[in-house]
């Protein structure tokens, strides 16, 4: 199986993504989307982006290479009455199913960049972009000390090292490099802006449960506490996360959860 759908479709997502629905809501409200757009949203999940687009009365495609979660993706859309919103299978490098400049709006938050072959990836966000349409991507910063970067650097010292060729998807927060992939797609560096942006996860339950839910749902994760199992290393590795979620939990009731996480928010006019 290809390691990036594996990866995915590991655990349940949906029970983290539950919890960054409102963030992902507000993020929406921002993107000036009308009834008469096409949006293409890339590394959907089970649409945190996809279904506010689709309320805003955007006709919306949801791609996501896990099948669990185009799944259920297709399920909270009919549960909402959503028409206007599909899930489908689809690998971020090769899209070859769906059109050239089919789309006047191409979202991808915390998604396409997880994929293999960031320059593929960015070449086929441009093909599908009408003349004049817009990407936007949301991406995870390296080496920022909020939430999502520190738990993916504490989890990756409990890992194996990648294998050769390995490109770190936290590239995908540094400017120069976004900036180079789309440039190579065609893109005018004057086209390409960036702004940092803040995502609030918010969990009705205390920061050890969200541990737990990190733990048992979400794949880099349970990769780390498998590996620091082999390796007599879990409890430590629980201890540095429980830490950090404590440290950076802004809720004054325990039972309660809210964490912001920085990120590089970029916009590219095709």
């Known amino acids: 199986m290809n390691p990036n759908k594996a990866l995915w479709e590991k655990g349940d997502f949906t029970q983290i993504?539950?919890?960054?629905?409102?963030?992902?809501?507000?993020?929406?409200?921002?993107?000036?989307?009308?009834?008469?757009?096409?949006?293409?949203?890339l590394g959907c999940g089970d649409g945190t982006t996809a279904i506010p687009e689709a309320k805003l009365g955007a006709?919306?495609?949801g791609v996501d290479i896990a099948r669990n979660l185009v799944e259920a993706g297709n399920r909270r859309a009919k549960a909402e009455?959503?028409?206007?919103?599909?899930?489908?299978?689809?690998?971020?490098?090769?899209l070859q199913e769906l059109e050239d400049?089919?789309?006047d709006l191409v979202v991808s938050?915390?998604?396409?960049?997880?994929?293999?072959?960031?320059?593929?990836?960015a070449k086929e966000m441009v093909r599908m972009t009408?003349?004049?349409g817009r990407i936007i991507m949301g991406n995870w910063i390296p080496g920022d000390p909020t939430l999502v970067a520190q738990i993916l650097r504490i989890s990756s010292a409990y890992t194996p090292p990648p294998p050769e060729g390995f490109i770190s998807p936290m590239l995908w927060g540094v400017e120069s490099h976004v900036t180079e992939r789309f440039e190579k797609a065609g893109v005018s560096k004057d086209n390409i802006t960036f702004l940092k942006d803040t995502f609030t996860f918010n969990a009705p339950y205390s920061p050890s449960e969200?541990?737990?839910?990190?733990?048992?749902?979400?794949?880099?994760?349970?990769n780390a506490f498998e590996a620091a199992e082999k390796n007599g290393k879990?409890?430590?590795?629980q201890r540095e996360l429980e830490d950090l979620f404590a440290s950076q939990n802004k809720s004054i009731d325990p039972n309660l959860t809210s964490v912001d996480a920085m990120f590089l928010r970029v916009t590219v006019i095709r």
Do not use: W
Request: net charge negative; hydrophobic share 40%.
């Open 59 to 61: 006709t919306v495609l």
């Open 234 to 237: 879990a409890l430590e590795l």
């Open 210 to 222: 969200f541990v737990q839910a990190f733990k048992n749902y979400y794949g880099p994760t349970m």
């Open 17 to 41: 993504a539950a919890t960054m629905r409102e963030s992902g809501e507000q993020l929406v409200a921002n993107l000036n989307i009308t009834r008469d757009l096409h949006v293409l949203d």
């Open 81 to 94: 009455g959503l028409t206007n919103c599909t899930f489908q299978e689809g690998d971020a490098t090769d």
């Open 101 to 103: 400049q089919s789309f």
């Open 130 to 132: 009408r003349p004049g």
């Open 109 to 121: 938050i915390f998604g396409a960049m997880f994929a293999p072959k960031p320059f593929e990836v």
